[in-house]
């Protein structure tokens, strides 16, 4: 026959939602799916939760507070020191763990006696730790008993493992980031509680005094000792400071060296006499100069000397000399230099000159007179040094020695000056008896029991048991690997979705199995009348006439929706051999293929059922068509094939089985796929519109593939819920043949109660109710 490609789409498609990061509708619908289990794991969750509150005993929590106040010793010490937030962290983190000791549990036990306390040793336990101590005692008896101890070692046992019950029970925490400290204590009765928090707030508050006395006592003692050994040592310096400034004569009324005394004032001297030498040698050699240049010259630096002495003569002499020039230079220009009168001033001018030369020399004089005597003065200064300063150095040597007994002496005694003022202060300290911990919050009487926590319980449960709810769903969704819904079919596979075929059950075997949960009495009555075989057989043949007599069903809309998929598929077809398959047996394709053919000749078409089913006896069977020959017959040439060909007279429907049970053979499949098949296939093609083929099922047996050839379209029947996708896949990936013959997915079985809890909101399957008017006789039982 033509092959003709009836696939809606290549194989295999793509998963429309596989881009998706969360398909929020999927996962919904999966919830509601599995709303049912998850209501159920929590229900059981609660159940152990109230269970674990019943049978656990109550514990009783007193709490107190306590401020770590380095403020509290102020008066005591004598220096106030800032602490940085790291050294503030490591004291509260020090505090904390002081205390979680086994020195303070142990004082606390002590202190209460819990050691002789029966209540506090061996509380109530809750049934997990009675099955523990259970199992201790089944090993303590298999192992050797140990040796018996004495009062004083039974009780100091007693006495640590009261220790290691409190520190178990114990719990101490820095509030936030403050210098609080919180401790909490756990106790079978809310006074032992409130009693142990007290307790341990006053223990550690005498520890820290007894920690602080202890300390600043060792350090009295040691602080003495380093007292006597440093106050001798100073005292032996200080004399050896003394004795040596005697022996070498290095005493003065000021602390310093005589000749360093003198040194210092010659020096002091000496540099007031260079200083006078050198302005009288610049003072003389100016005059000199001016003096060495002649009268004329002396006339005309006389200004310069003038500003620097308080010379009279000079100033009025000068003074005179420029009038009379003044003078000379008017009548010299009024009357010429011949004039008597010039002559006369010229000479006048020339006595003023002389005068002014004459003076300058005797300054001159004087200032180098005054130039001698500062120099003599500074040589004799500078030989006094010399002296001195041979004298002083003998005496520097011995002053460096002296100055280190000096320095090891002051050393000694700022180093004893100084331990004696730590030994006061520590002296002082012994007298205040004050710790830097104060309580601010005393513990109080616990009303209600810390633990077990009934709201706490019981919302964990209900959150365990939503996880465990949660995880087996999401492992039965995991574990969901069969088709559910049309989206599936198109999805997975990429091929046509035909239509859902319900679920019909027998109604004898229901009402025989609601018989039997009645009660054992009833149940024999009801299997005495019962016959479970014949109930069976007579449902399988109501089962394929359910198209038939129930038209206005969502059967038989199915059906009709496959026939009118292969009347698409293949126009202008006088005869369409379509043949319905399944992947495993079980899975109802029999009673598809009878249901379909019946259907057809209930719409007086020319329909053949033809078994091709060797194994199972197929759709033939199930209708009842036993012949005394079949197919197969016909195949070996045993039979013509009108005679192997039964008619349905109610049914309008020729059907022609595989062949009489009695006649049975293997390798069928060569029969199948002989040419005597093909002959027959194009007799029987002209005497039929419709040959309904029922082929056996792909994965056991390969009878389908044989007939493959003469098939026109496949209508391919997987059981809801059972059928494995992967199969399925795998069978049209093999065959691609066959999948592209396939006209569409029927899917048996469904239970339509429970299809719309497996459908996206929205999807068709979820207004399956809005469509029952359509479909008013819809079969539930048979």
């Given amino acids: 026959m033509d092959h003709v490609n009836l696939r809606s789409a290549t194989f295999p498609a793509a998963n429309r939602d596989q881009d998706s990061f969360i398909d929020l509708d999927r996962l919904w619908t999966s919830l509601m799916r599995h709303v049912r289990l998850i209501i159920i794991c929590v229900v059981a969750a609660m159940a152990l939760g109230g269970l674990y509150l019943l049978l656990t005993p109550p514990t009783y929590t007193a709490m107190t507070q306590i401020l770590i106040d380095e403020n509290l010793s102020?008066?005591?010490?004598?220096?106030?020191?800032?602490?940085?937030?790291?050294?503030?962290?490591?004291?509260?983190?020090?505090?904390?763990?002081?205390?979680?000791?086994?020195?303070?549990?142990?004082?606390?036990?002590?202190?209460?006696?819990?050691?002789?306390?029966?209540?506090?040793?061996?509380?109530?336990?809750?049934?997990?730790?009675?099955?523990?101590?259970?199992?201790?005692?089944?090993?303590?008896?298999?192992?050797?008993?140990?040796?018996?101890?004495?009062?004083?070692?039974?009780?100091?046992?007693?006495?640590?493992?009261?220790?290691?019950?409190?520190?178990?029970?114990?719990?101490?925490?820095?509030?936030?980031?403050?210098?609080?400290?919180?401790?909490?204590?756990?106790?079978?009765?809310?006074l032992l509680s409130a009693r142990l928090a007290k307790s341990y707030a006053a223990a550690y508050l005498s520890e820290q005094l007894s920690a602080n006395f202890?300390?600043?006592?060792?350090?009295?003692?040691?602080?003495?000792?380093?007292?006597?050994?440093?106050?001798?040592?100073?005292?032996?310096?200080?004399?050896?400071?003394?004795?040596?400034?005697?022996?070498?004569?290095?005493?003065?009324?000021?602390?310093?060296?005589?000749?360093?005394?003198?040194?210092?004032?010659?020096?002091?001297?000496?540099?007031?006499?260079?200083?006078?030498?050198?302005?009288?040698?610049?003072?003389?050699?100016?005059?000199?100069?001016?003096?060495?240049?002649?009268?004329?010259?002396?006339?005309?630096?006389?200004?310069?000397?003038?500003?620097?002495?308080?010379?009279?003569?000079?100033?009025?002499?000068?003074?005179?000399?420029?009038?009379?020039?003044?003078?000379?230079?008017?009548?010299?220009?009024?009357?010429?230099?011949?004039?008597?009168?010039?002559?006369?001033?010229?000479?006048?001018?020339?006595?003023?000159?002389?005068?002014?030369?004459?003076?300058?020399?005797?300054?001159?004089?004087?200032?180098?007179?005054?130039?001698?005597?500062?120099?003599?003065?500074?040589?004799?200064?500078?030989?006094?040094?010399?002296?001195?300063?041979g004298n002083n150095s003998q005496a520097n040597v011995s002053l460096v020695e002296l100055r280190e007994l000096e320095q090891k002496a002051n050393s000694l005694k700022a180093t004893y000056q100084t331990y004696l003022d730590r030994f006061e202060q520590a002296t002082q300290q012994q007298s205040f008896p004050i710790a830097k911990a104060r309580v601010i919050s005393e513990a109080g009487v616990p009303t209600a029991p810390s633990s077990p926590k009934k709201t706490m319980t019981m919302a964990l449960s209900i959150v365990l048991g939503l996880f465990v709810g949660g995880g087996v769903a999401t492992l039965l969704e995991l574990k969901e690997r069969s088709f559910r819904l049309g989206q599936d079919v198109r999805a997975r596979l990429g091929m046509r979705f035909l239509g859902y075929l319900p679920l019909v059950r027998s109604a004898a075997a229901e009402a025989a199995a609601r018989t039997r949960k009645k009660g054992a009495a009833a149940a024999e009555t009801a299997d005495a009348g019962y016959d479970e075989a014949g109930e069976a057989e007579r449902f399988a043949r109501r089962l394929t006439r359910v198209a038939a007599e129930h038209p206005r069903s969502a059967f038989a809309e199915t059906l009709r929706n496959a026939k009118l998929a292969c009347d698409v598929a293949l126009p202008n077809r006088e005869c369409r051999v379509i043949a319905v398959v399944s992947a495993l047996s079980g899975e109802g394709k029999s009673t598809v293929a009878a249901n379909l053919a019946i259907m057809l000749g209930a719409m007086n078409k020319r329909t053949l059922l033809l078994d091709a089913d060797p194994t199972q006896g197929g759709s033939s069977s199930v209708l009842g068509a036993e012949a005394p020959h079949g197919l197969l017959e016909v195949l070996r040439g045993e039979a013509p094939w009108t005679s192997a060909i039964s008619l349905d007279a109610k049914a309008k429907l020729a059907v022609l089985p595989v062949a009489s049970r009695s006649h049975m053979q293997p390798h069928t499949s060569e029969l199948l796929a002989s040419a005597d098949m093909g002959r027959l296939m194009e007799t029987i093609s002209t005497r039929f519109e419709y040959i309904v083929v029922d082929l056996a099922p792909l994965v056991p047996t390969i009878d389908a593939k044989a007939f493959a050839p003469y098939v026109d379209a496949y209508v391919f029947v997987a059981e809801w819920g059972q059928t494995p996708v992967k199969l399925v896949q795998g069978l049209m990936e093999a065959e691609p043949g066959m999948a592209s013959k396939t006209v569409g997915v029927i899917l048996n079985k469904t239970d339509m109660d429970e299809l719309p809890r497996y459908s996206d909101p929205g999807a068709p399957e979820r207004f399956r109710a809005r469509g029952m008017a359509y479909h008013p006789d819809e079969p539930v039982t048979l």
């Fill in 74 to 190: 102020r008066y005591a010490d004598q220096e106030e020191t800032s602490q940085s937030a790291q050294q503030t962290d490591n004291r509260m983190s020090s505090a904390v763990e002081i205390l979680k000791s086994k020195v303070l549990a142990l004082r606390v036990v002590d202190d209460l006696n819990l050691a002789d306390n029966q209540l506090f040793l061996d509380p109530p336990q809750s049934p997990i730790a009675l099955a523990k101590a259970s199992v201790k005692s089944v090993v303590g008896l298999l192992t050797p008993a140990d040796a018996p101890v004495s009062e004083d070692a039974a009780r100091n046992g007693r006495r640590e493992k009261a220790a290691a019950i409190l520190q178990d029970s114990l719990d101490v925490n820095r509030v936030g980031r403050s210098s609080v400290i919180a401790i909490a204590v756990q106790s079978p009765e809310p």
């Fill in 214 to 389: 202890e300390a600043t006592e060792r350090a009295s003692s040691w602080l003495q000792e380093r007292l006597n050994d440093l106050n001798k040592r100073s005292q032996e310096a200080a004399l050896a400071v003394e004795q040596y400034k005697i022996k070498h004569g290095l005493i003065s009324p000021r602390g310093e060296l005589l000749s360093s005394q003198q040194l210092s004032d010659l020096t002091s001297q000496l540099i007031v006499a260079q200083a006078d030498a050198a302005t009288a040698e610049a003072r003389y050699n100016q005059y000199k100069a001016i003096v060495d240049q002649g009268p004329q010259a002396a006339v005309n630096n006389a200004l310069v000397s003038s500003t620097e002495t308080d010379n009279s003569v000079i100033k009025d002499l000068r003074r005179r000399y420029q009038a009379t020039q003044e003078r000379e230079r008017a009548v010299v220009e009024q009357f010429g230099a011949d004039h008597p009168q010039a002559k006369l001033l010229a000479g006048q001018k020339n006595d003023l000159a002389q005068q002014i030369f004459r003076e300058l020399q005797q300054m001159t004089s004087g200032f180098r007179n005054d130039y001698e005597v500062a120099s003599s003065r500074e040589k004799s200064l500078r030989d006094s040094i010399d002296h001195v300063a």
